[in-house]
């Protein structure tokens, strides 16, 4: 009979995004809103695009305009499938 080894359990390489809160109304959940720096295809021009996201966090205790760094996770709600990593 073959021996099983066990494996280790290599830590996913989810995406991360960093941004500032914008709602904190929701419980266990906050909006964060994160900029990023786009450049048009033809004109070249550098423009300023917005994306908010649904971020859920146990305890209700970030505040707007803080600073919060997420990555992806498992759908915790519809809209919500985002978790904090660090403050």
Request: hydrophobic letters at 30%; charged letters at 30%.
């Amino acid at each position: 009979m073959a021996q099983v080894i066990p494996t280790i359990k290599q830590a996913k390489n989810t995406p991360k995004w960093s941004g500032v809160v914008v709602s904190n109304k929701m419980d266990k959940t906050i909006v964060v809103a994160v900029d990023t720096l786009k450049t048009h295809p033809k004109y070249l021009k550098q423009y300023r695009s917005t994306k908010r996201y649904k971020v859920h966090v146990e305890e209700n205790k970030y505040t707007i305009g803080e600073k919060v760094e997420f990555e992806e996770c498992r759908p915790i709600s519809r809209g919500t499938h985002h978790k904090i990593v660090a403050l």
